[in-house]
């Protein structure tokens, strides 16, 4: 190829249905150059092999991700998966194992770190002197999250992980009944809400909320709230606001973001496969987060709270 010829485009398919798929479709077509976007909505894992690819993203609902990652890794398609691959330990060690053997690269990022309010607040997190505390909360309609714990919680503790820079050493779950039936109107979702404490070795302690606690007819299908409390001043991201805020002595000041973190995603995947470098949150990433998971999971059957172990280190 000369160097006046430019490369053929890169053809990515995106799979899933509703409104979570077709942002990484319309940021693919509208945001991200040489790419041709295949929409791929309603296809079933193993009718992959019928379509040429060159990558895929993976935008279905929790119980079928885990299907189109293996499916494409048995493919040897490189693959994106913007959404937790699964809430099992033994089904992601599989795709661990499957994706290794066979040398193709899945990158599983958590969306929280690409909403730019939170990953500005990531950046500048040294201006709050030494941290007091984390606080943040993840809400939903109760028509949007399959598993509270898997869609929710996992990318909430991540995040403050992501933060924190320390490992977990506790985790303390209250769950279950939280608001009673004349609050929430339906006893059937009163169970679907949690406030998680989660301590690290720091000393630094993180009170995290998710919830499917917004009326369905509320004018966002979700709502994000993360705070880094500390000596001097107080971060405060409202990605789903497309605001960070910096509260202090000279008051508040505040930026606008970006709405959505799907092209930063799909930007960072499609420039990973093209140039062959690693990506930057994959399976083995993943793996370090979901025990953590299993224990919240004890946590709140048991009322208890649950050592998580000194092993769980990145």
């Known amino acids: 190829m000369s160097s006046t010829e430019q490369r053929p485009p890169l053809r990515v398919g995106v799979v899933g249905a509703g409104a979570g798929a077709g942002q990484y479709?319309?940021?693919?077509?509208?945001?991200?150059?040489?790419?041709?976007?295949?929409?791929?909505?309603?296809v079933a894992p193993d009718a992959l092999g019928a379509v040429p690819l060159d990558a895929l993203i993976v935008a279905t609902a929790t119980p079928e991700r885990a299907a189109f990652v293996a499916a494409a890794v048995g493919r040897g398609i490189p693959t994106c998966c913007p959404l937790p691959v699964t809430?099992?330990?033994?089904?992601?060690?599989?795709l661990i194992l499957a994706a290794t053997e066979a040398g193709v690269p899945?990158?599983?990022?958590?969306?929280?770190?690409?909403?730019?309010?939170?990953?500005?607040?990531?950046?500048?997190?040294?201006?709050?002197?030494?941290?007091?505390?984390?606080?943040?909360?993840s809400r939903t309609t109760r028509a949007v999250a399959g598993d509270i714990w898997t869609d929710l919680a996992l990318p909430l503790i991540d995040?403050?992980?992501?933060?924190?820079?320390?490992?977990?050493?506790?985790?303390?779950?209250?769950a279950e009944r939280l608001f009673g039936a004349t609050e929430c109107?339906?006893?059937?979702?009163?169970?679907?809400?949690a406030i998680m404490l989660v301590r690290f070795?720091?000393?630094?302690?993180?009170?995290?909320?998710?919830?499917?606690?917004?009326p369905d007819t509320h004018p966002q299908a979700e709502e994000l709230v993360f705070e880094l409390l500390g000596w001097d001043a107080i971060l405060r991201a409202v990605p789903?606001?497309?605001?960070?805020?910096?509260?202090?002595?000279?008051?508040?000041?505040?930026?606008?973001?970006?709405?959505?973190?799907?092209?930063?995603?799909?930007?960072?995947f499609?420039?990973?496969?093209?140039?062959?470098?690693?990506?930057?949150?994959?399976?083995?990433?993943?793996?370090?987060?979901?025990?953590?998971?299993?224990?919240?999971?004890?946590?709140?059957?048991?009322?208890?709270?649950?050592?998580?172990?000194?092993?769980?280190?990145?």
């Open 25 to 42: 479709f319309d940021a693919l077509e509208q945001r991200v150059a040489d790419v041709e976007a295949v929409p791929l909505f309603g």
């Open 87 to 94: 809430g099992d330990l033994s089904t992601l060690d599989g």
């Open 106 to 137: 899945v990158f599983v990022p958590n969306p929280l770190r690409y909403w730019s309010p939170l990953h500005t607040l990531h950046a500048r997190r040294r201006s709050v002197g030494t941290y007091s505390a984390i606080w943040g909360a």
């Open 159 to 174: 995040a403050a992980w992501w933060c924190a820079g320390s490992e977990i050493e506790r985790v303390q779950v209250m």
């Open 185 to 193: 109107g339906d006893n059937d979702h009163a169970a679907d809400a």
């Open 201 to 214: 070795a720091s000393g630094l302690v993180a009170t995290l909320e998710v919830a499917r606690s917004l």
């Open 240 to 268: 789903t606001n497309q605001t960070v805020t910096i509260t202090n002595g000279s008051g508040i000041a505040q930026t606008n973001w970006l709405p959505t973190p799907a092209a930063a995603i799909a930007e960072a």
């Open 270 to 314: 499609v420039s990973a496969v093209r140039d062959g470098t690693p990506m930057a949150q994959g399976l083995l990433d993943a793996r370090w987060t979901l025990p953590v998971l299993e224990k919240v999971r004890l946590a709140a059957a048991t009322g208890e709270m649950v050592r998580v172990g000194g092993a769980l280190r990145r």
